[in-house]
């Protein structure tokens, strides 16, 4: 390490950052720059995003006394040179690996992990609780909060602004604006931006009314009023950020984020003479010092453990579709949907390549809608589109989707609106962690009235959902949720959709002693499982649920009368989900039998990152695990080992 990074390697914590003169910073940030992308090509992660922020991260653990004054990072994405000075650079290589440090920022990591994050436009909600704390506690240290230009098309950003505006305490947000999200930003304000670098004519001219001012002052206030006056006027004409200063802040910008003795000196003036909310608007370049990143930063937004991805295109038309991503039967089964009913439209909140909407977009462009990282206007925008008959489908992941819960219940259920939710990495997603796991969905939206709740168990069922939701539901909002990567691989033709009866399960194996219930993925793990119980002895049912609301009431009847033991298997969470659903109604009605029911699921406590299948290994969601679950029940506890391999 110290030959190839000799400055680097000196670098434990910001301290030793802060004992170097600025004229090797620049060095400093090659280096960072090299070991970022030597690390992140070989093991895989976010890359666009930190190698924006090399010059960035440097300069503020350079000006600002970390971890005394507090950082504050947005979606934390970008926290990969953060994690490389904050020493944690010998971890880099365990990045989001199961047990390894974590793609995002995290509390329980470094002290130098001020808040967690994982989704976007936190960042400055956060920091100013911190500065009110502060406050309140009289204590002195200086907050700063970073922010894309992404994150700020998140709404809870702009009522965080709000806020600071009313609040007036002392702040410092720093807009990292590297004009994209993951996909391009669609970002209104962004137009409003000059391409000038004008800090420097703004801060000069701001010096010199300063330094006029204390000549003048022995004139009087008049005078002092007229000069505020002028400066107000001349900055309206010349910087772009007043939509900041209306908010309450005072605007510093834009900058060129690369340049870092111009970095460090504009962080220094705002440090010794800020004493309210201040704004610097700084501009980078997303994948800074990566050719092919530069060129295609939507693509090298994340990496894989080999070569950069590339852009797969959708292809309508083979039968045969073995290996193809949820995400990408949802959309080729979206096309052929939108082809036959111009009503559809499709909404996606700044995921467009991750959704595949892209590939519709394509076909669609005017009935495809990116709305930003603004998944609560994405459910009530989609509410709006459908009290006109249109029949919009918002492709969310279901983590983001967290964030419109009361737009789902006060804006489409309560008003029983057909909106069609397409809820993308449903379950545990892998290496984005616990901030990116689909687990609470099943819990969350079935407790809504009017909600539909459905899950399938391979790409053709994922398809007749779509169908179903879309063509064949008659009013009201509708979910579907489906896991992140390839499904088991069923086949179909082009056209060939089946309509699903509303609640309806799906017996797919017979057997006597026990019934796995399971919904969505877990099924296919239920099949396998229920092979590996046959060499026990042990014959079990195997039944596709495809609902967790309305529940298969009329099965689940005859479920209870017929067998001793029913296992329920989902992966989300058991608190308030599927399986829960199936306990409520069992013991909703006097019953003459009492089977034993396990609900299996993911137990009440946040899962770590790690791959989907070390994921469905430790939750025991693979087919061992749901087979050693069902021997312990049936007090047959067998050994068998954890890989789900045994089934030989
Ligand atoms: C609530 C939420 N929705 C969507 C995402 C997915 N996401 C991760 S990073 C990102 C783009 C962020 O863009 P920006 O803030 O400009 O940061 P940059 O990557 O450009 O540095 C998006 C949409 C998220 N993290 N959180």
């Not at 086949?491 to 194996?509: K, T, Y």
């Not at 299948?613 to 749901?626: D, F, H, M, S, V």
């Amino acid at each position: 390490m110290q030959e190839q990074f000799p400055l680097l390697s000196r670098i434990h914590d910001p301290d030793d950052l802060r004992k170097l003169p600025i004229d090797q910073l620049p060095q400093l940030a090659t280096e960072v720059r090299q070991y970022l992308i030597d690390t992140i090509t070989k093991v895989g992660g976010h890359f666009g995003s930190g190698l924006g922020v090399v010059e960035l991260t440097i300069a503020l653990h350079y000006v600002f006394q970390t971890p005394k004054d507090k950082l504050v990072w947005d979606t934390g994405h970008q926290g990969y040179p953060h994690k490389i000075l904050t020493g944690r650079k010998h971890l880099l290589p365990t990045i989001r690996k199961k047990g390894g440090i974590s793609g995002f920022l995290k509390r329980s990591e470094s002290i130098y992990d001020v808040f967690g994050a994982g989704h976007a436009s936190t960042s400055i909600s956060a920091a100013l609780g911190i500065a009110t704390a502060r406050d309140l506690m009289k204590k002195d240290f200086h907050v700063v909060a970073i922010i894309g230009d992404g994150a700020m098309t998140g709404g809870l950003a702009y009522e965080a602004m709000n806020n600071c505006g009313l609040q007036q305490r002392k702040l410092l947000v720093v807009l990292n604006d590297n004009q994209m999200s993951i996909a391009p930003n669609v970002w209104a304000l962004a137009n409003y931006f000059t391409e000038l670098d004008t800090t420097r004519i703004v801060f000069k001219l701001r010096q010199n009314i300063q330094r006029l001012s204390e000549q003048l002052e022995p004139f009087g206030d008049r005078i002092l009023k007229l000069l505020q006056r002028i400066e107000g006027g001349v900055k309206s004409i010349i910087t772009p950020g007043m939509l900041f200063e209306a908010l309450g802040f005072k605007y510093y910008g834009p900058i060129n984020g690369h340049h870092l003795p111009r970095l460090i000196k504009i962080l220094r003036f705002i440090r010794d003479t800020y004493d309210r909310p201040v704004l610097l608007h700084v501009t980078t370049q997303k994948g800074k010092g990566y050719e092919a990143a530069e060129k295609h930063p939507e693509a090298l937004h994340a990496i894989g453990k080999s070569a950069p991805p590339s852009q797969d295109k959708i292809e309508i038309g083979s039968s045969h579709r073995k290996g193809k991503k949820y995400q990408d039967v949802f959309a080729e089964a979206l096309i052929e949907l939108m082809r036959h009913n111009e009503k559809i439209v499709a909404i996606t909140a700044a995921m467009p390549s991750g959704t595949s909407l892209d590939k519709v977009a394509a076909h669609f462009p005017d009935r495809v809608f990116d709305v930003g990282i603004a998944e609560a206007h994405a459910v009530t925008y989609a509410a709006g589109l459908a009290t006109e008959g249109m029949i919009p489908v918002c492709a969310i992941y279901s983590s983001f989707l967290q964030r419109a819960f009361d737009q789902i219940i006060h804006d489409c259920a309560l008003q029983n609106l057909h909106v069609v939710f397409a809820m993308d990495r449903a379950g545990v997603v892998g290496a984005d962690g616990p901030t990116h796991h689909g687990v609470f969905d099943l819990a969350a939206l079935r407790v809504i009235p009017n909600m539909v709740l459905m899950a399938p168990k391979d790409e053709r069922e994922l398809r007749n959902m779509l169908y179903t939701a879309i063509v064949e539901h008659r009013g009201g909002p509708i979910a579907l949720r489906y896991p992140r990567g390839q499904g088991p691989g069923s086949s179909w033709d082009p056209g060939d959709f089946e309509s699903i009866p509303i609640g309806r399960a799906e017996i797919l194996r017979t057997g006597g002693d026990v019934a796995l219930l399971a919904i969505g993925k877990p099924v296919t793990e239920a099949l396998a499982a229920a092979s590996i119980l046959e060499q026990h002895d042990v014959s079990a049912a195997v039944i596709n649920a495809r609902f967790a609301k309305p529940l298969d009431t009329a099965l689940l009847d005859q479920l209870f009368d017929t067998y001793p033991l029913i296992v329920t298997i989902e992966d989300g969470q058991k608190i308030g989900g599927f399986g829960s659903g199936v306990l409520e109604y069992f013991h909703a009605y006097p019953r003459s039998t009492a089977p034993h029911i396990v609900v299996h699921g993911i137990e009440d406590r946040f899962v770590s990152h790690g791959t989907q299948e070390e994921l469905y290994e430790e939750l025991q969601l693979n087919a061992a695990g749901i087979a050693r679950l069902v021997l312990e029940s049936l007090h047959l506890g067998t050994q068998i080992p954890s890989s789900s391999s045994l089934d030989s």
